[in-house]
């Protein structure tokens, strides 16, 4: 069972719900985006291996602090394992040649240096990927929203309609199983794996293209789109736990930057 602290509101005179803030989880999501930003900028400033390992080196070692399971941990990042290896074979065929030459098929190419930047670059895809996955599996879309608005003053009304669109996205693997469960009711889910996977997927368009059209009337007719400034009923803080998360994970990237121009890596 969750507690709720509150502070007192001097416009409204009532008194707006503030949710714990307990470790990681208690960081508003603004900050691990900011921080997120910053060492990916660290880590695209050169393209040497050295850097990207030290950084996915240093996140892996910080990795158990958030105490995710594993299970959820490999679920949540299947994306970027998937892509990683699909992008290294990419670069090593089709990469800038240098060094000595591994083999030559007139259309692609392996050479020491584009295996070299192929690694390098995989090794930036799961720095930057890792910690860009895994400090939101857990953070609150609200949060993000408030912090979105009240603290980098996006605009509300970008800040709402993402918000909503977030929120109906979870709503898409209920639809499927609904969808698939109406369609083997009636007789039709048994044949044609393909073509009712390309039927599904066309009729669950039309849902979310209903879904969202309602519920942009909805939030027009309750006064979302309104001009003028907006008032949150929880307000969105950045303290010392903001600062730190931020200074992690930039100080991430520059002892990764650090170590490659000690080690004479770097390649700006």
Do not use: K, N
């Given at each position: ?11 409204a005179?009532t ?109 930036r ?21 408030d ?35 109406a ?9 044609g ?76």
């Amino acid at each position: 069972m969750s507690t709720w602290t509150t502070h007192a509101d001097p416009v409204a005179g009532t008194a707006p719900p503030v949710r714990p803030r307990r470790g990681v989880r208690g960081v508003q999501p603004v900050a691990s985006l900011l921080g997120v930003l910053a060492l990916g900028v660290c880590l695209v400033l050169s393209l040497d291996v050295v850097s990207a390992a030290v950084a996915l080196g240093l996140e892996l070692a910080l990795l158990p602090l958030l105490r995710i399971p594993v299970r959820t941990l490999l679920l949540r990042t299947s994306p970027v394992l998937v892509a990683v290896p699909f992008t290294a074979l990419s670069i090593a065929l089709y990469g800038r040649p240098s060094g000595r030459e591994w083999f030559d098929l007139g259309f692609a190419h392996v050479t020491d240096g584009s295996l070299t930047l192929a690694l390098a670059t995989a090794l930036r895809v799961l720095a930057v990927g890792l910690p860009a996955v895994v400090l939101f599996i857990r953070a609150d879309p609200t949060d993000l929203a408030d912090g979105l608005a009240q603290i980098l003053r996006l605009p509300a009304r970008f800040v709402l309609g993402a918000l909503a669109a977030i929120r109906m996205i979870t709503l898409l693997g209920d639809d499927w199983r609904q969808l698939a469960m109406a369609r083997r009711a009636r007789g039709v889910a048994d044949t044609g794996r393909i073509r009712r996977g390309a039927s599904m997927a066309f009729a669950l368009l039309v849902l979310a293209l209903r879904r969202a059209t309602t519920l942009a009337v909805a939030m027009e007719s309750r006064g979302f789109g309104a001009r003028g400034r907006r008032t949150w009923a929880r307000p969105a803080r950045f303290a010392g736990p903001e600062w730190a998360m931020i200074a992690v994970l930039v100080g991430i990237g520059v002892v990764s930057i650090v170590v490659a121009v000690c080690l004479g890596t770097w390649r700006a």
